[in-house]
């Protein structure tokens, strides 16, 4: 469980660069005289005073004044936007101080320990000098008697004190004014922590703070507000009132703060790259000002939702770092025991998804061990996490008497989001020693008030019991009820770059759904939930596209759609756990008004995808296209220990199955090849492991598939409505990168060739080819040609780019963002056409990037392609395609070319290209 996500209000992610060092006036000292013959070096000029940050302070009655906690020493943290070993004067008082320096995001962190005495604090530049200082004078913040004395009460450890202390604030609340009773709310807030009274006095304390220009304890309040509304109430409309106020106050603080409750926010509603952004940009704001605990949240959320959309390496990468500032000196035990829980639970979510970790259970039980009775620092709940996290190791790890032994010693009633955890731990050890006894009732759903992971998790572990036992249509049932919750998840919250592999690590439901169907002779309906779950995760893609090209004022509408329907959701789902408190006719009455809630975000949810603007991608059986005459369509679907390959044609829909790398074999089965033979068009839906083997390319009736028909490898989407184009015009791309010989002859041949045909070429070779320039000709352009290089990285390829000239890009984005794209494309470059394996339908690259925004077909290439090689192809193309008033078939043209080149030379790597379409 990330204990942090549902009972912490602190936040991200990287170690710091540290480069300790206590000085008290490093490079301050005057210079020695020259010695005799030797020139004296010219001072520095000097320079503006650098931009500078601070933390640490009450209250900032202006930029100039620092009012710190009364009466003790206090730490101030100064980041100044200089490179790490400037050299620096540091005074407080007018006398030189030790302070530690740490170089920070690009700059220098200070750390200044000041006395209760302390006036005023004093940076200057030496080398080059500054033109003026920083100066910031100290003051120290008044506290009201009645105040402080309720501090003292609270602070014996006595209940009945604590107690007399909150009726001493309230009665004496009245009396008090601006400052005072700003104080006395603040405390009153805290007090009354987990209680209605709470929300009521941060409320007055925030509007108090606003009204006396009182930054800090807005700040404060706002975060208390965000926090209670997010995470108590489920409000997220309310919460984001809450952080856009956060947003309004000035300094570090409140904008780490902001940034972290807004990564809060974009995560719940799905707009998950908003999301990590937001996390590292809190991160950054707190290392700055040494504000290590909201460094050390945010970057476990950061890690944790980088794991969780299968973002491995990265994940990994951040949990490791986490984990090392989690260990540094200093860190109290509570938060520690916090960060060796969460990162656990991040190695543990990567090795359920089957990626590189590390072991999760020596972190658990050296949690465990500081908050168990008896720790260091002991905390029932922490404790209780611990134990179950340690069981779902114990499971990972074919482990299930031992994770019984963990959940043993739990009660009955847990917080709910862990006691569902729990349960489904045990149901689990049930499933897999045979002990029908710790099984829950069939058909029992987990509430939808619960992380729709762990809903799927529960869904799925039903539909194998019921398999188990023979039940195989209420486990179909289960099975589709599980895919039902990933759709939920892919429509309504997978908009976002990396949603794909969120999809792509839960594909356990599909693959067993389309196992018992096809055993059941239901062949299909398998195909059809093969297609269907394939069109979710490119759904994910599809809309991640059309959201790179809303406007400011679109996304915003969309957000705040998005977050009305699931506070809606998040209160109905409230109101039904309290049902049992009222009678029958009151509950028929609550019922009614949750019915009105729920189609009231579902009017919501449509509004939000109304927004994004639907590609009519079908989401059931019946919607789906059926095959014409004369086509042919085959889709392999990698199995639990092997691959199915389906059939479909107007015929009906045959599959067989064999090993991973049998697909050959299988499409020369008695059933498959004669209706393969019969086709004028093959289609073929690929992804993940299947897509690098090029079917195109197999063996087939003593040559290869592509000998049969001209071939193309669908998306199997809606294709989106294009524009009306004016003249015949083509844009040519060549070398701009400078280290392609045969590209700029290639480029040549093609300009030549298309002009002969009737088409309007625009050549953009070398320093020409920007991205600014490309981005404004593929506007008006109808066909495009790139010859240079090409390359796909990033997660499951959200980063591949064309390279232009000087390091410029077009990348993904640049593509998505484009108002219209050609209709025809040749993509010579390498890597192209590459998907990733760790994803059904494999992600994203460039030639999907421009169907998605709307090219009738892309020509691309699948891994490195020899230079000679791709400039015969390209020039091959041209020559073949014809301009006419007819529809230019480019799976036709290729398939004409590649025939050719595999005859004069089988080995040349011809099968690397191929035909992408909607």
């Known amino acids: 469980m990330n204990a942090r996500e549902r009972f912490s209000s602190w936040p991200a992610a990287l170690t710091l660069l540290l480069t300790l060092a206590l000085t008290c006036d490093f490079g301050c000292e005057a210079r020695a005289p020259a010695e005799h013959g030797r020139e004296v070096l010219a001072p520095l000029p000097a320079v503006e005073r650098p931009s500078i940050e601070f933390a640490g302070c009450r209250d900032l009655p202006s930029e100039s004044v620092c009012v710190l906690a009364a009466e003790r020493s206090t730490r101030l943290q100064i980041w100044i936007d200089v490179q790490a070993q400037a050299a620096l004067r540091v005074r407080v008082d007018g006398r030189p101080v030790a302070f530690e320096r740490a170089a920070v995001d690009g700059g220098l962190r200070l750390t200044l320990e000041l006395s209760a005495e302390a006036k005023q604090v004093r940076v200057e530049g030496r080398e080059p000098p500054w033109r003026e200082p920083f100066d910031l004078a100290v003051e120290r913040e008044r506290v009201p008697a009645v105040v402080a004395a309720a501090r003292a009460r609270v602070k014996s450890g006595d209940p009945a004190q604590r107690g007399e202390a909150i009726v001493e604030l309230e009665a004496a609340l009245g009396e008090l004014r601006d400052e005072e009773q ?35 304890d807005l700040a404060d309040a706002a975060v208390a507000a965000a926090y209670v509304h997010l995470y108590s109430r489920g409000d997220l409309v309310a919460a984001r009132r809450w952080v856009s106020r956060l947003e309004t106050v000035e300094g570090p603080e409140a904008r780490a703060w902001a940034n972290y409750y807004g990564g809060l926010l974009a995560h719940r509603t799905g707009d998950l790259g908003e999301a990590i952004r937001a996390f590292e940009r809190a991160r950054i704001a707190a290392e700055r000002v040494g504000m290590i605990r909201d460094v050390l949240g945010a970057s476990e959320m950061h890690a944790a939702l980088l794991a969780e959309l299968g973002r491995g390496e990265e994940a990994l990468v951040s949990a490791r770092e986490t984990l090392a500032l989690g260990r540094a000196p200093g860190l109290g035990c509570s938060d520690r025991a916090r960060v060796l829980g969460n990162v656990a639970w991040t190695y543990l979510v990567l090795a359920r998804a089957g990626r590189p970790h590390d072991r999760p259970r020596p ?461 025809l494309i040749v993509l010579s470059g390498c890597e192209t056409a590459t998907l990733s394996a760790d994803t059904l339908a494999g992600g994203m690259n460039l030639g999907r990037a421009f169907v998605l925004a709307g090219a009738g077909w892309v020509i691309a290439a699948e891994g490195e392609v020899d230079d000679a090689l791709a400039r015969e192809v390209g020039e091959s193309l041209h020559a073949e395609l014809e301009l006419g008033a007819g529809r230019i078939d480019g799976a036709a043209t290729l398939r004409r070319v590649q025939l050719e080149l595999r005859a004069r030379e089988p080995a040349l790597g011809w099968g690397r290209f191929r035909v992408v379409v909607p």
């Open 182 to 216: 700003l104080a006395a709310l603040q405390l009153l807030r805290r007090l009354h922590y987990g209680s209605p009274e709470a929300l009521a006095y941060t409320e007055q304390a925030a509007e108090l703070a606003d009204s006396l220009g009182r930054g800090r």
């Open 363 to 823: 972190l658990l039980l050296e949690q465990l061990g500081l908050v168990d009775e008896g720790g260091a620092c002991p905390d029932t709940t922490e404790a209780f996490f611990a134990r179950v996290n340690l069981a779902y190791v114990a499971l990972e790890e074919g482990e299930p008497e031992e994770a019984g032994r963990w959940l043993a010693g739990l009660p009955d009633t847990l917080p709910l989001p862990l006691q569902a955890w729990a349960e489904e731990a045990r149901a689990r050890v049930g499933l897999e020693t045979g002990r029908d006894e710790l099984l829950p009732p069939f058909g029992r759903r987990s509430p939808s008030a619960l992380e729709i992971g762990l809903r799927w998790t529960t869904a799925l572990r039903e539909a194998e019991t019921l398999e188990r036992f023979g039940f195989v249509d209420a486990a179909t049932v289960s099975y589709m009820e599980a895919e039902g919750l990933l759709d939920e998840a892919g429509s309504t919250l997978g908009v976002d770059v990396g949603r794909e592999l969120f999809l792509g690590g839960r594909s356990a439901s599909v693959r067993g759904l389309v196992d018992l169907l096809i055993r059941g002779g239901r062949v299909d309906e398998a195909l059809c939930r093969v297609r269907l779950a394939r069109g979710r995760e490119l759904r994910a893609v599809d809309q991640a596209a059309r959201i790179a090209g809303l406007s400011d004022a679109a996304r915003r509408s969309r957000r705040v759609a998005l977050e009305r329907a699931l506070t809606l959701r998040e209160r109905a789902a409230a109101a039904s756990r309290e049902d049992w408190q009222f009678s029958a006719p009151q509950r028929a009455h609550r019922e009614q008004r949750r019915d009105d809630q729920l189609a009231e975000a579902e009017a919501l949810l449509d509004e939000a995808l109304r927004l994004v603007g639907g590609s009519g991608t079908p989401t059931r059986c019946e919607e789906l296209p059926s095959p014409v005459a004369g086509e042919v369509t085959l889709a392999p679907f990698e199995a639990d220990d092997g691959v199915w390959l389906f059939l479909a044609d107007d015929g009906g829909v045959v599959v067989e199955r064999g090993e991973g790398d049998a697909l050959a074999q299988l499409m020369a089965s008695p059933r498959l090849r004669p209706r393969i033979e019969g086709a004028r068009r093959l289609r073929v839906l690929a992804g993940g492991e299947t897509w690098s083997r090029s079917l195109h390319a197999l063996p087939f009736g003593g040559g290869v598939l592509l000998d049969v028909a001209p071939l193309v490898y669908s998306l199997d989407l809606p294709a989106r409505a294009r524009g009306e184009r004016g003249e015949a015009l083509a844009v040519v791309v060549a070398n701009p990168s400078r280290d392609l010989p045969e590209a700029e002859a290639e480029a040549e041949a093609v300009a030549k060739a298309l002009s002969a045909r009737g088409w309007a070429v625009r050549t953009l070779v070398g320093d020409q080819a920007t991205r600014a320039r490309l981005s404004a000709e593929l506007g008006q352009a109808r066909l495009f040609h790139y010859a240079g290089h090409g390359t796909h990285r990033g997660r499951s390829g959200w980063d591949a780019a064309l390279l232009l000239h000087d390091g410029d890009t077009l990348s993904v984005a640049d593509v998505l963002a484009l108002p219209q794209v050609p209709e």
